[in-house]
Protein backbone atom coordinates (compact mmCIF):
# COMPACT_ATOMS: atom_id res chain seq x y z
CA UNK A 1 0.00 0.00 0.00
CA UNK A 2 1.77 3.26 -0.70
CA UNK A 3 1.07 6.03 0.62
CA UNK A 4 2.04 8.44 -1.94
CA UNK A 5 -1.22 9.06 -3.89
CA UNK A 6 -2.82 11.28 -1.29
CA UNK A 7 -2.14 14.19 -3.44
CA UNK A 8 -0.75 17.42 -1.41
CA UNK A 9 -3.64 19.62 -0.20
CA UNK A 10 -4.18 22.14 2.32
CA UNK A 11 -6.91 19.98 3.84
CA UNK A 12 -6.84 23.16 7.00
CA UNK A 13 -8.08 25.36 4.59
CA UNK A 14 -10.56 23.14 3.07
CA UNK A 15 -12.12 21.83 6.02
CA UNK A 16 -12.48 25.33 7.49
CA UNK A 17 -14.11 26.54 4.70
CA UNK A 18 -16.32 23.43 3.93
CA UNK A 19 -16.29 20.71 6.91
CA UNK A 20 -17.90 18.55 5.15
CA UNK A 21 -15.20 17.82 2.72
CA UNK A 22 -14.40 15.21 5.70
CA UNK A 23 -17.29 12.96 4.93
CA UNK A 24 -15.29 10.09 3.30
CA UNK A 25 -12.33 10.65 4.58
CA UNK A 26 -9.96 7.26 4.84
CA UNK A 27 -8.50 7.03 7.98
CA UNK A 28 -5.00 7.92 6.61
CA UNK A 29 -6.89 10.85 5.50
CA UNK A 30 -7.71 11.75 8.59
CA UNK A 31 -4.32 11.47 10.03
CA UNK A 32 -2.88 14.04 7.11
CA UNK A 33 -6.01 16.43 8.29
CA UNK A 34 -4.29 15.90 11.87
CA UNK A 35 -1.01 16.60 11.37
CA UNK A 36 -1.31 19.24 9.17
CA UNK A 37 -3.61 20.96 11.47
CA UNK A 38 -1.35 20.32 14.78
CA UNK A 39 1.32 21.47 12.55
CA UNK A 40 -0.39 25.09 12.02
CA UNK A 41 -1.83 25.33 15.45
CA UNK A 42 -5.30 24.89 14.34
CA UNK A 43 -6.20 21.72 16.00
CA UNK A 44 -8.34 23.39 18.13
CA UNK A 45 -10.15 25.42 15.45
CA UNK A 46 -10.01 22.37 13.23
CA UNK A 47 -12.64 21.07 16.24
CA UNK A 48 -14.64 24.15 16.54
CA UNK A 49 -15.71 24.18 12.71
CA UNK A 50 -16.74 21.08 12.24
CA UNK A 51 -18.61 21.20 15.63
CA UNK A 52 -20.24 23.96 14.20
CA UNK A 53 -21.14 22.69 10.62
CA UNK A 54 -24.50 22.15 9.81
CA UNK A 55 -24.46 18.51 8.53
CA UNK A 56 -24.21 16.35 11.08
CA UNK A 57 -20.42 15.26 11.24
CA UNK A 58 -19.63 12.08 12.55
CA UNK A 59 -15.72 12.04 13.85
CA UNK A 60 -13.73 9.01 14.62
CA UNK A 61 -13.42 8.15 18.27
CA UNK A 62 -9.51 8.42 17.51
CA UNK A 63 -9.83 11.58 16.13
CA UNK A 64 -12.08 13.10 18.52
CA UNK A 65 -9.81 12.63 21.14
CA UNK A 66 -6.86 15.03 19.57
CA UNK A 67 -9.17 17.13 18.68
CA UNK A 68 -10.81 17.49 21.91
CA UNK A 69 -6.87 17.61 23.50
CA UNK A 70 -6.56 21.18 22.44
CA UNK A 71 -9.61 22.42 23.09
CA UNK A 72 -9.03 21.09 27.17
CA UNK A 73 -5.80 22.93 27.12
CA UNK A 74 -7.44 26.00 25.87
CA UNK A 75 -10.05 26.30 28.03
CA UNK A 76 -7.85 25.77 31.14
CA UNK A 77 -5.92 28.82 29.23
CA UNK A 78 -8.90 31.23 29.09
CA UNK A 79 -9.66 30.72 32.70
CA UNK A 80 -5.91 31.55 33.26
CA UNK A 81 -5.79 34.52 30.85
CA UNK A 82 -9.27 35.89 32.28
CA UNK A 83 -7.63 35.57 35.74
CA UNK A 84 -4.36 37.25 34.48
CA UNK A 85 -6.04 39.70 33.25
CA UNK A 86 -8.34 40.77 35.93
CA UNK A 87 -4.87 41.04 38.09
CA UNK A 88 -3.46 43.49 35.78
CA UNK A 89 -6.29 45.49 35.00
CA UNK A 90 -6.16 46.41 39.54
CA UNK A 91 -2.84 46.89 39.31
CA UNK A 92 -2.85 49.35 36.08
CA UNK A 93 -6.07 51.04 37.19
CA UNK A 94 -4.33 52.46 40.16
CA UNK A 95 -1.63 53.66 38.35
CA UNK A 96 -4.61 55.69 35.91
CA UNK A 97 -3.52 53.67 33.06
CA UNK A 98 -5.58 52.10 30.76
CA UNK A 99 -5.66 47.93 30.19
CA UNK A 100 -5.73 47.77 26.18
CA UNK A 101 -5.17 44.02 25.03
CA UNK A 102 -4.30 42.92 21.76
CA UNK A 103 -4.56 39.71 19.52
CA UNK A 104 -5.53 36.46 21.31
CA UNK A 105 -5.95 37.88 24.54
CA UNK A 106 -8.27 40.16 23.36
CA UNK A 107 -10.25 37.37 20.96
CA UNK A 108 -11.17 35.88 24.53
CA UNK A 109 -11.53 38.77 26.66
CA UNK A 110 -14.00 39.98 23.77
CA UNK A 111 -15.51 36.78 23.79
CA UNK A 112 -15.45 36.62 20.43
CA UNK A 113 -15.49 33.73 17.85
CA UNK A 114 -11.85 33.69 17.10
CA UNK A 115 -11.08 33.19 20.56
CA UNK A 116 -12.41 29.62 20.67
CA UNK A 117 -9.90 26.77 20.33
CA UNK A 118 -6.63 29.52 19.63
CA UNK A 119 -3.73 28.86 22.28
CA UNK A 120 -1.18 31.26 22.61
CA UNK A 121 1.71 32.40 24.40
CA UNK A 122 1.94 35.52 25.66
CA UNK A 123 -0.43 38.18 26.39
CA UNK A 124 0.35 41.11 24.16
CA UNK A 125 -0.63 45.11 25.55
CA UNK A 126 -0.97 48.08 24.21
CA UNK A 127 0.16 51.64 25.67
CA UNK A 128 0.46 54.98 25.17
CA UNK A 129 4.59 55.69 24.38
CA UNK A 130 3.75 58.65 27.64
CA UNK A 131 2.90 56.28 29.80
CA UNK A 132 5.64 53.35 29.18
CA UNK A 133 7.95 53.80 32.04
CA UNK A 134 5.05 54.45 34.33
CA UNK A 135 3.70 50.77 33.63
CA UNK A 136 6.62 49.22 34.19
CA UNK A 137 7.29 50.84 37.24
CA UNK A 138 3.74 49.31 38.33
CA UNK A 139 4.50 46.09 36.81
CA UNK A 140 8.20 45.61 38.36
CA UNK A 141 6.37 46.34 42.09
CA UNK A 142 3.72 43.19 40.94
CA UNK A 143 6.18 41.00 39.88
CA UNK A 144 7.26 41.14 36.48
CA UNK A 145 10.32 41.03 35.45
CA UNK A 146 12.06 41.22 32.26
CA UNK A 147 13.70 38.18 31.13
CA UNK A 148 17.36 38.06 30.66
CA UNK A 149 18.79 38.69 27.41
CA UNK A 150 22.01 39.88 26.78
CA UNK A 151 23.06 43.77 26.14
CA UNK A 152 22.58 43.77 22.44
CA UNK A 153 18.99 42.40 22.62
CA UNK A 154 18.05 44.72 24.78
CA UNK A 155 19.87 47.87 23.11
CA UNK A 156 17.94 46.56 19.97
CA UNK A 157 14.47 46.58 21.58
CA UNK A 158 14.22 49.78 22.70
CA UNK A 159 15.90 51.64 20.01
CA UNK A 160 14.21 49.25 17.26
CA UNK A 161 11.16 47.36 18.17
CA UNK A 162 7.54 48.27 18.85
CA UNK A 163 7.23 46.33 21.68
CA UNK A 164 9.34 46.11 25.14
CA UNK A 165 11.65 43.29 26.18
CA UNK A 166 8.88 40.80 27.23
CA UNK A 167 7.95 40.76 30.89
CA UNK A 168 7.13 37.70 32.72
CA UNK A 169 5.60 37.11 36.05
CA UNK A 170 7.41 35.45 39.06
CA UNK A 171 4.52 33.59 39.80
CA UNK A 172 2.43 32.57 37.25
CA UNK A 173 4.88 32.45 34.20
CA UNK A 174 3.22 34.60 32.28
CA UNK A 175 4.92 36.31 29.63
CA UNK A 176 3.54 39.56 28.69
CA UNK A 177 4.29 41.83 25.30
CA UNK A 178 3.68 45.37 25.54
CA UNK A 179 3.36 47.57 22.46
CA UNK A 180 3.95 51.55 22.24
CA UNK A 181 3.32 51.29 18.68
CA UNK A 182 1.54 49.18 15.56
CA UNK A 183 4.99 48.94 13.92
CA UNK A 184 8.70 49.39 14.84
CA UNK A 185 9.81 52.62 14.28
CA UNK A 186 11.64 51.84 12.07
CA UNK A 187 9.02 50.44 9.32
CA UNK A 188 8.27 51.94 6.16
CA UNK A 189 4.86 52.50 6.91
CA UNK A 190 4.09 54.27 10.46
CA UNK A 191 0.39 53.94 11.54
CA UNK A 192 -0.21 56.55 14.41
CA UNK A 193 -0.71 54.54 17.31
CA UNK A 194 -3.06 57.35 19.01
CA UNK A 195 -5.72 56.67 16.64
CA UNK A 196 -6.04 53.38 17.55
CA UNK A 197 -5.87 54.59 21.44
CA UNK A 198 -8.43 57.22 20.90
CA UNK A 199 -10.79 54.19 18.99
CA UNK A 200 -10.51 51.12 21.80
CA UNK A 201 -13.87 50.05 23.43
CA UNK A 202 -15.00 48.63 26.80
CA UNK A 203 -15.17 45.29 26.45
CA UNK A 204 -15.11 44.41 30.56
CA UNK A 205 -15.34 46.76 33.28
CA UNK A 206 -11.54 48.34 33.16
CA UNK A 207 -10.50 45.98 30.29
CA UNK A 208 -10.66 47.64 26.34
CA UNK A 209 -9.92 46.14 23.08
CA UNK A 210 -9.31 47.75 19.72
CA UNK A 211 -12.60 48.67 18.20
CA UNK A 212 -13.59 45.99 15.07
CA UNK A 213 -12.12 47.38 12.32
CA UNK A 214 -8.55 48.25 13.78
CA UNK A 215 -8.34 44.80 15.36
CA UNK A 216 -8.90 43.34 11.83
CA UNK A 217 -6.31 45.96 10.23
CA UNK A 218 -3.69 45.15 13.33
CA UNK A 219 -4.17 41.76 12.95
CA UNK A 220 -3.23 41.61 9.06
CA UNK A 221 -0.66 44.17 9.64
CA UNK A 222 0.97 42.01 11.66
CA UNK A 223 1.15 39.11 9.77
CA UNK A 224 1.93 40.68 6.39
CA UNK A 225 4.78 41.62 8.12
CA UNK A 226 5.43 38.74 9.69
CA UNK A 227 8.99 36.74 8.84
CA UNK A 228 8.13 33.49 9.87
CA UNK A 229 5.18 31.90 8.96
CA UNK A 230 4.58 28.73 11.02
CA UNK A 231 1.41 29.94 12.94
CA UNK A 232 0.50 32.29 9.02
CA UNK A 233 -2.19 29.98 8.48
CA UNK A 234 -3.51 30.33 12.66
CA UNK A 235 -3.44 34.22 11.87
CA UNK A 236 -5.62 33.90 8.92
CA UNK A 237 -8.18 32.21 10.21
CA UNK A 238 -8.17 34.73 12.97
CA UNK A 239 -9.02 37.31 10.23
CA UNK A 240 -11.10 35.48 8.75
CA UNK A 241 -13.11 34.85 11.81
CA UNK A 242 -13.26 38.20 13.05
CA UNK A 243 -13.99 39.44 9.57
CA UNK A 244 -17.25 36.89 9.64
CA UNK A 245 -18.20 37.80 13.16
CA UNK A 246 -18.12 41.55 12.73
CA UNK A 247 -19.70 41.48 9.19
CA UNK A 248 -22.36 40.07 10.69
CA UNK A 249 -22.97 41.46 14.15
CA UNK A 250 -21.29 44.70 13.88
CA UNK A 251 -23.51 47.57 12.10
CA UNK A 252 -21.43 49.45 9.52
CA UNK A 253 -18.43 47.52 9.71
CA UNK A 254 -17.50 47.13 6.62
CA UNK A 255 -18.92 50.18 5.27
CA UNK A 256 -16.33 51.67 7.80
CA UNK A 257 -13.43 49.26 7.25
CA UNK A 258 -11.62 50.49 4.36
CA UNK A 259 -11.87 53.93 5.24
CA UNK A 260 -10.63 53.40 8.57
CA UNK A 261 -7.08 51.60 6.84
CA UNK A 262 -6.49 54.14 4.54
CA UNK A 263 -6.77 56.99 7.33
CA UNK A 264 -4.42 54.88 9.33
CA UNK A 265 -2.21 53.99 6.26
CA UNK A 266 -2.13 50.24 6.49
CA UNK A 267 -4.69 49.44 3.28
CA UNK A 268 -2.00 47.47 2.09
CA UNK A 269 -1.59 44.45 4.86
CA UNK A 270 -6.13 45.11 4.98
CA UNK A 271 -6.13 44.52 1.70
CA UNK A 272 -3.92 41.49 1.88
CA UNK A 273 -6.13 40.19 4.88
CA UNK A 274 -8.93 40.21 2.93
CA UNK A 275 -7.66 39.16 -0.27
CA UNK A 276 -5.62 35.87 0.88
CA UNK A 277 -8.51 35.14 3.72
CA UNK A 278 -11.06 34.92 -0.07
CA UNK A 279 -8.30 32.95 -1.69
CA UNK A 280 -7.22 30.44 1.29
CA UNK A 281 -10.07 30.28 3.38
CA UNK A 282 -12.94 31.46 1.34
CA UNK A 283 -14.07 34.48 3.67
CA UNK A 284 -16.92 36.25 2.63
CA UNK A 285 -16.23 39.49 1.85
CA UNK A 286 -18.43 41.46 -0.07
CA UNK A 287 -18.07 42.45 -3.84
CA UNK A 288 -17.55 46.06 -3.02
CA UNK A 289 -15.71 46.36 0.40
CA UNK A 290 -13.04 43.93 -2.21
CA UNK A 291 -13.38 46.48 -4.96
CA UNK A 292 -12.69 49.50 -2.63
CA UNK A 293 -9.78 47.42 -0.83
CA UNK A 294 -7.99 47.40 -4.39
CA UNK A 295 -6.58 50.73 -3.70
CA UNK A 296 -4.47 48.55 -1.65
CA UNK A 297 -3.79 46.20 -4.25
CA UNK A 298 0.40 46.46 -5.78
CA UNK A 299 0.62 46.69 -9.24
CA UNK A 300 0.58 43.77 -11.69
CA UNK A 301 3.44 42.28 -11.67
CA UNK A 302 3.93 42.67 -7.81
CA UNK A 303 0.60 41.24 -6.94
CA UNK A 304 1.83 37.89 -9.27
CA UNK A 305 5.03 37.81 -6.58
CA UNK A 306 3.33 38.36 -4.04
CA UNK A 307 0.60 35.72 -4.52
CA UNK A 308 3.43 33.34 -5.88
CA UNK A 309 4.87 33.61 -1.86
CA UNK A 310 1.82 34.11 0.53
CA UNK A 311 0.31 31.36 -1.32
CA UNK A 312 3.05 29.05 -0.28
CA UNK A 313 3.90 30.00 2.74
CA UNK A 314 0.50 30.79 4.13
CA UNK A 315 0.04 26.79 3.78
CA UNK A 316 0.42 24.69 6.96
CA UNK A 317 4.23 24.10 7.17
CA UNK A 318 4.01 20.68 6.29
CA UNK A 319 5.35 18.66 4.08
CA UNK A 320 2.37 17.36 2.84
CA UNK A 321 1.34 20.97 1.90
CA UNK A 322 4.32 22.03 -0.03
CA UNK A 323 4.20 23.12 -3.46
CA UNK A 324 7.96 23.22 -5.41
CA UNK A 325 9.24 26.43 -4.12
CA UNK A 326 7.68 26.50 -1.03
CA UNK A 327 10.85 26.64 0.71
CA UNK A 328 12.27 29.46 -1.59
CA UNK A 329 9.06 31.61 -0.95
CA UNK A 330 9.18 31.35 2.65
CA UNK A 331 12.60 32.44 3.03
CA UNK A 332 11.82 35.15 0.92
CA UNK A 333 9.45 36.51 3.18
CA UNK A 334 12.13 36.20 5.97
CA UNK A 335 14.23 38.49 4.09
CA UNK A 336 11.19 40.84 3.31
CA UNK A 337 10.35 40.95 6.84
CA UNK A 338 13.53 42.04 7.98
CA UNK A 339 13.23 44.56 4.51
CA UNK A 340 10.22 46.11 5.83
CA UNK A 341 10.89 46.51 9.09
CA UNK A 342 14.29 48.55 8.82
CA UNK A 343 16.69 49.96 6.49
CA UNK A 344 19.68 48.01 4.92
CA UNK A 345 21.75 50.21 7.04
CA UNK A 346 21.34 48.62 10.07
CA UNK A 347 19.81 45.63 8.89
CA UNK A 348 22.75 43.88 7.61
CA UNK A 349 24.60 44.00 10.60
CA UNK A 350 21.99 42.86 12.41
CA UNK A 351 21.15 39.61 10.41
CA UNK A 352 25.14 39.24 10.17
CA UNK A 353 24.81 39.33 14.50
CA UNK A 354 22.22 36.79 14.38
CA UNK A 355 23.71 34.49 11.95
CA UNK A 356 26.63 34.63 13.91
CA UNK A 357 24.72 34.14 17.66
CA UNK A 358 22.43 31.38 16.46
CA UNK A 359 25.79 29.07 15.03
CA UNK A 360 27.42 29.78 18.22
CA UNK A 361 24.37 28.79 20.52
CA UNK A 362 23.80 26.00 18.77
CA UNK A 363 26.78 24.49 19.78
CA UNK A 364 26.17 25.60 23.25
CA UNK A 365 23.00 23.56 22.64
CA UNK A 366 24.46 20.38 21.57
CA UNK A 367 26.26 20.28 24.80
CA UNK A 368 23.22 19.73 26.70
CA UNK A 369 21.10 16.75 27.38
CA UNK A 370 17.25 16.92 27.45
CA UNK A 371 15.36 16.40 30.70
CA UNK A 372 13.68 13.06 30.96
CA UNK A 373 9.83 13.36 29.94
CA UNK B 1 1.38 5.23 15.64
CA UNK B 2 3.84 5.14 12.85
CA UNK B 3 7.43 5.09 13.00
CA UNK B 4 9.89 6.28 10.38
CA UNK B 5 13.75 5.55 11.08
CA UNK B 6 16.83 5.40 9.14
CA UNK B 7 18.68 4.04 11.92
CA UNK B 8 19.51 0.05 12.29
CA UNK B 9 19.58 0.16 15.93
CA UNK B 10 16.30 1.72 16.23
CA UNK B 11 14.85 -1.05 13.73
CA UNK B 12 17.00 -3.77 16.11
CA UNK B 13 14.77 -2.19 19.09
CA UNK B 14 11.69 -2.41 17.30
CA UNK B 15 12.18 -5.87 16.47
CA UNK B 16 13.59 -7.05 19.69
CA UNK B 17 10.79 -5.32 21.59
CA UNK B 18 7.42 -5.26 19.68
CA UNK B 19 7.85 -8.06 17.99
CA UNK B 20 3.90 -9.45 19.70
CA UNK B 21 2.38 -5.70 18.94
CA UNK B 22 -0.16 -6.22 16.14
CA UNK B 23 1.35 -4.12 12.95
CA UNK B 24 -1.07 -2.55 10.81
CA UNK B 25 -1.08 -1.63 7.17
CA UNK B 26 0.36 1.39 6.14
CA UNK B 27 -3.24 3.14 5.51
CA UNK B 28 -4.65 3.09 8.78
CA UNK B 29 -4.91 5.76 11.55
CA UNK B 30 -1.87 6.35 13.63
CA UNK B 31 -1.83 8.50 16.52
CA UNK B 32 1.53 9.65 16.48
CA UNK B 33 4.01 10.11 13.49
CA UNK B 34 7.39 9.55 14.98
CA UNK B 35 10.35 10.10 13.57
CA UNK B 36 14.60 9.52 14.43
CA UNK B 37 17.21 10.64 12.26
CA UNK B 38 20.49 11.54 12.26
CA UNK B 39 20.65 15.29 12.10
CA UNK B 40 22.37 16.51 8.15
CA UNK B 41 25.63 17.91 8.25
CA UNK B 42 29.14 16.85 8.68
CA UNK B 43 28.59 16.43 12.16
CA UNK B 44 27.27 12.93 11.62
CA UNK B 45 30.47 11.61 11.03
CA UNK B 46 32.93 13.58 13.84
CA UNK B 47 29.88 12.85 16.61
CA UNK B 48 26.96 11.20 15.67
CA UNK B 49 23.73 11.97 16.76
CA UNK B 50 19.74 11.52 16.33
CA UNK B 51 17.09 13.28 16.42
CA UNK B 52 13.69 13.02 17.52
CA UNK B 53 10.70 13.96 15.57
CA UNK B 54 6.66 14.36 16.52
CA UNK B 55 5.95 14.71 12.40
CA UNK B 56 7.68 17.67 12.08
CA UNK B 57 7.95 19.42 15.39
CA UNK B 58 11.42 18.64 17.19
CA UNK B 59 10.43 18.67 20.90
CA UNK B 60 14.31 17.62 22.33
CA UNK B 61 17.69 18.06 21.73
CA UNK B 62 19.90 15.50 19.63
CA UNK B 63 21.07 12.62 21.55
CA UNK B 64 24.63 10.68 20.78
CA UNK B 65 23.56 8.29 18.20
CA UNK B 66 23.62 5.23 20.75
CA UNK B 67 20.73 6.94 21.98
CA UNK B 68 18.14 6.44 19.53
CA UNK B 69 15.90 3.75 21.36
CA UNK B 70 15.85 5.24 24.70
CA UNK B 71 14.94 8.41 23.02
CA UNK B 72 12.21 6.57 21.21
CA UNK B 73 10.66 5.46 24.22
CA UNK B 74 11.27 8.68 26.62
CA UNK B 75 9.55 10.40 23.46
CA UNK B 76 6.57 8.05 23.12
CA UNK B 77 6.04 8.99 26.41
CA UNK B 78 6.61 12.57 26.06
CA UNK B 79 3.36 12.25 22.84
CA UNK B 80 1.22 10.70 25.17
CA UNK B 81 1.81 12.54 27.99
CA UNK B 82 1.28 15.99 26.30
CA UNK B 83 -1.54 15.12 23.84
CA UNK B 84 -3.78 11.98 25.68
CA UNK B 85 -6.20 14.51 27.66
CA UNK B 86 -8.77 12.00 27.94
CA UNK B 87 -6.72 9.99 30.34
CA UNK B 88 -5.53 11.48 33.52
CA UNK B 89 -1.64 10.79 33.04
CA UNK B 90 0.20 9.94 36.42
CA UNK B 91 3.82 9.18 35.86
CA UNK B 92 3.63 5.91 37.61
CA UNK B 93 3.94 2.39 36.47
CA UNK B 94 0.84 0.16 37.13
CA UNK B 95 0.27 -3.37 37.19
CA UNK B 96 -2.58 -5.76 37.53
CA UNK B 97 -3.10 -9.21 39.22
CA UNK B 98 -6.67 -10.96 40.11
CA UNK B 99 -8.21 -7.79 38.27
CA UNK B 100 -7.22 -5.61 40.77
CA UNK B 101 -4.07 -2.55 39.69
CA UNK B 102 -1.55 -1.23 41.86
CA UNK B 103 -0.09 2.13 41.12
CA UNK B 104 3.23 2.31 41.59
CA UNK B 105 4.03 6.12 41.33
CA UNK B 106 8.00 7.44 41.18
CA UNK B 107 10.32 9.66 42.69
CA UNK B 108 13.75 8.77 40.51
CA UNK B 109 15.92 6.23 42.40
CA UNK B 110 12.68 4.72 43.94
CA UNK B 111 12.80 1.62 42.46
CA UNK B 112 9.87 2.10 40.80
CA UNK B 113 10.75 0.34 37.61
CA UNK B 114 12.96 -2.73 39.11
CA UNK B 115 9.20 -3.37 41.11
CA UNK B 116 7.38 -3.48 37.98
CA UNK B 117 9.95 -5.67 36.44
CA UNK B 118 10.08 -8.48 39.14
CA UNK B 119 5.96 -8.14 39.16
CA UNK B 120 6.03 -8.80 35.93
CA UNK B 121 7.96 -11.58 35.83
CA UNK B 122 6.05 -13.13 38.58
CA UNK B 123 2.47 -12.93 37.04
CA UNK B 124 1.34 -9.50 37.17
CA UNK B 125 0.20 -7.86 33.78
CA UNK B 126 2.13 -4.67 32.99
CA UNK B 127 -0.31 -2.01 32.30
CA UNK B 128 2.71 0.18 32.03
CA UNK B 129 6.03 1.17 33.09
CA UNK B 130 5.74 5.04 33.01
CA UNK B 131 2.10 6.38 31.93
CA UNK B 132 -0.51 5.25 34.60
CA UNK B 133 -3.68 6.81 32.47
CA UNK B 134 -6.93 6.86 34.55
CA UNK B 135 -10.04 7.05 31.79
CA UNK B 136 -12.15 10.38 33.01
CA UNK B 137 -15.05 8.38 32.16
CA UNK B 138 -15.01 5.09 33.28
CA UNK B 139 -12.29 5.76 35.93
CA UNK B 140 -10.24 2.45 34.71
CA UNK B 141 -6.86 2.06 34.21
CA UNK B 142 -6.54 2.18 30.22
CA UNK B 143 -2.74 -0.50 29.78
CA UNK B 144 -0.54 1.00 27.56
CA UNK B 145 1.94 -1.53 28.17
CA UNK B 146 5.60 -1.10 26.77
CA UNK B 147 9.12 -2.24 27.76
CA UNK B 148 10.07 -1.52 30.89
CA UNK B 149 13.20 0.79 31.90
CA UNK B 150 15.63 -0.19 34.17
CA UNK B 151 19.03 1.80 35.15
CA UNK B 152 22.62 0.60 36.22
CA UNK B 153 22.18 -1.92 38.83
CA UNK B 154 18.97 -2.74 38.54
CA UNK B 155 19.67 -4.18 34.77
CA UNK B 156 21.72 -6.73 36.49
CA UNK B 157 19.44 -7.74 39.30
CA UNK B 158 16.12 -7.83 37.28
CA UNK B 159 18.24 -10.31 34.38
CA UNK B 160 19.25 -12.86 37.52
CA UNK B 161 16.15 -12.27 39.19
CA UNK B 162 13.88 -14.35 37.03
CA UNK B 163 15.13 -16.45 33.89
CA UNK B 164 12.16 -15.21 31.91
CA UNK B 165 13.95 -11.85 31.91
CA UNK B 166 15.16 -10.33 28.27
CA UNK B 167 16.88 -6.92 28.62
CA UNK B 168 17.21 -5.42 25.42
CA UNK B 169 20.80 -3.97 24.33
CA UNK B 170 22.53 -1.15 27.35
CA UNK B 171 23.20 2.05 26.20
CA UNK B 172 26.05 4.19 28.52
CA UNK B 173 26.56 7.21 29.35
CA UNK B 174 22.70 8.67 29.23
CA UNK B 175 21.81 11.45 31.39
CA UNK B 176 20.58 9.03 33.89
CA UNK B 177 23.40 6.44 33.56
CA UNK B 178 23.48 3.03 31.92
CA UNK B 179 19.61 2.50 30.46
CA UNK B 180 18.31 -1.00 28.88
CA UNK B 181 14.97 -1.98 28.56
CA UNK B 182 12.97 -5.06 29.25
CA UNK B 183 10.75 -7.06 26.93
CA UNK B 184 7.53 -6.84 28.17
CA UNK B 185 5.90 -10.66 28.13
CA UNK B 186 3.30 -11.82 26.01
CA UNK B 187 0.59 -11.77 28.09
CA UNK B 188 0.64 -8.02 28.52
CA UNK B 189 0.37 -7.54 25.05
CA UNK B 190 -2.02 -9.73 23.87
CA UNK B 191 -4.26 -8.37 26.62
CA UNK B 192 -3.61 -4.37 26.17
CA UNK B 193 -7.36 -3.61 25.54
CA UNK B 194 -8.35 -4.89 28.61
CA UNK B 195 -9.13 -1.95 31.41
CA UNK B 196 -8.34 -2.74 34.94
CA UNK B 197 -9.84 -1.34 38.36
CA UNK B 198 -7.21 0.39 40.73
CA UNK B 199 -7.07 -0.64 44.23
CA UNK B 200 -4.23 0.69 45.43
CA UNK B 201 -1.50 2.97 45.20
CA UNK B 202 2.21 2.08 46.73
CA UNK B 203 4.97 4.33 47.14
CA UNK B 204 7.87 2.14 46.74
CA UNK B 205 11.00 3.28 48.28
CA UNK B 206 14.71 0.79 48.19
CA UNK B 207 16.64 1.81 50.32
CA UNK B 208 19.98 -0.41 51.18
CA UNK B 209 19.95 -1.58 54.20
CA UNK B 210 16.30 -0.28 54.79
CA UNK B 211 14.23 -2.43 57.44
CA UNK B 212 11.13 -4.04 54.78
CA UNK B 213 7.89 -2.68 55.75
CA UNK B 214 4.46 -1.72 54.51
CA UNK B 215 2.99 1.44 56.22
CA UNK B 216 -0.48 3.09 55.47
CA UNK B 217 -0.65 6.99 54.02
CA UNK B 218 -2.29 9.38 54.58
CA UNK B 219 -5.26 9.81 51.19
CA UNK B 220 -4.55 13.60 51.57
CA UNK B 221 -0.92 13.68 51.17
CA UNK B 222 -1.01 11.35 47.61
CA UNK B 223 -3.92 13.04 46.42
CA UNK B 224 -1.23 15.86 46.24
CA UNK B 225 1.38 13.76 45.67
CA UNK B 226 -0.03 12.39 42.76
CA UNK B 227 -1.02 15.42 41.42
CA UNK B 228 2.16 16.76 41.35
CA UNK B 229 3.47 13.61 39.94
CA UNK B 230 0.51 14.55 36.99
CA UNK B 231 1.04 15.44 33.51
CA UNK B 232 -1.96 16.69 32.56
CA UNK B 233 -3.82 17.67 36.46
CA UNK B 234 -3.25 20.95 35.81
CA UNK B 235 -4.41 20.69 32.10
CA UNK B 236 -7.57 18.66 33.03
CA UNK B 237 -8.89 21.35 36.03
CA UNK B 238 -12.02 20.19 36.86
CA UNK B 239 -12.29 16.67 35.49
CA UNK B 240 -8.86 16.19 36.37
CA UNK B 241 -9.84 16.83 40.23
CA UNK B 242 -12.80 14.99 39.82
CA UNK B 243 -10.64 11.81 38.59
CA UNK B 244 -8.40 12.01 41.06
CA UNK B 245 -10.86 11.99 43.77
CA UNK B 246 -12.69 8.89 42.34
CA UNK B 247 -9.24 7.11 42.31
CA UNK B 248 -8.38 7.94 45.79
CA UNK B 249 -11.96 6.70 46.89
CA UNK B 250 -11.05 3.48 44.97
CA UNK B 251 -7.33 2.91 46.62
CA UNK B 252 -5.63 1.93 49.82
CA UNK B 253 -2.75 4.03 50.17
CA UNK B 254 0.84 2.46 50.84
CA UNK B 255 4.55 3.49 51.52
CA UNK B 256 6.64 -0.18 51.01
CA UNK B 257 9.95 0.24 52.90
CA UNK B 258 12.57 -2.26 51.13
CA UNK B 259 16.34 -3.49 51.26
CA UNK B 260 15.94 -4.98 47.48
CA UNK B 261 14.76 -7.75 48.54
CA UNK B 262 12.31 -8.46 45.41
CA UNK B 263 10.72 -11.88 46.19
CA UNK B 264 9.92 -9.60 49.99
CA UNK B 265 8.04 -6.68 47.72
CA UNK B 266 6.15 -9.28 44.98
CA UNK B 267 4.99 -10.69 48.34
CA UNK B 268 3.70 -7.97 50.13
CA UNK B 269 1.72 -7.23 46.55
CA UNK B 270 0.68 -10.14 46.05
CA UNK B 271 -1.19 -10.36 49.52
CA UNK B 272 -2.80 -7.00 48.61
CA UNK B 273 -4.96 -8.11 45.72
CA UNK B 274 -5.79 -11.54 46.86
CA UNK B 275 -9.06 -12.73 45.71
Redesign the interface.
Known amino acids: MTLSRHKKQNRVAAVIQSPETVKGYSDYEWELLLRQGRASLLLGKLDHYLALSEDEIVLPPKVQNHLNAPMIAWTRQKHSVEWELERLRGDLQKAKIPLIVLKGAAYVVSNLDAATGRLFNDIDILVSSKNLEQIQNVLEWKGWYEESMDVYDRDYYRRWMHELPPMKNMQTGTVLDIHHTILPPTACYQPDPEKMLAAVREVKRGIYVLCPEDMVIHSATHLFHEGEFDHGLRDLVDIDGLLKEFGEKEPDFWKRLVPRAVELGLIRPLYYGLHYGRTILGTPVPKIVMREAEQGQPNFLMSRVMDFLFLRALAPDHPTCDRPFTGLARWLLYVRSHYLRMPLYLLVPHLVRKAWKSRFEKKEAEAALPEKD | M?LESSLASVVRGVDFFYSDYPQL???????F?VRLHPPAGIRRFARP?VNFFL???QP????PLDQAFPLFE?GL??CV?Q????YLSI?AAVLERNGRAVILPGFPGAGKSTLAAALALRGWRLLSD?LTLVDLESGLIVPIPRPISIKNKAIEIVENFDDRARIGERVTD???GTVAHMRVLTDSVTRAQESAAPCAVLFPKYQEGAKNSLTDLDKGLVFMQLAELS?NY????R?GFEAMSRLMDACACYGLDYNGDLDFAVGVLDDLVAP
Open positions: RPSDSFADFQDTAFKPLWNWANCHQHETSKFGVLGS
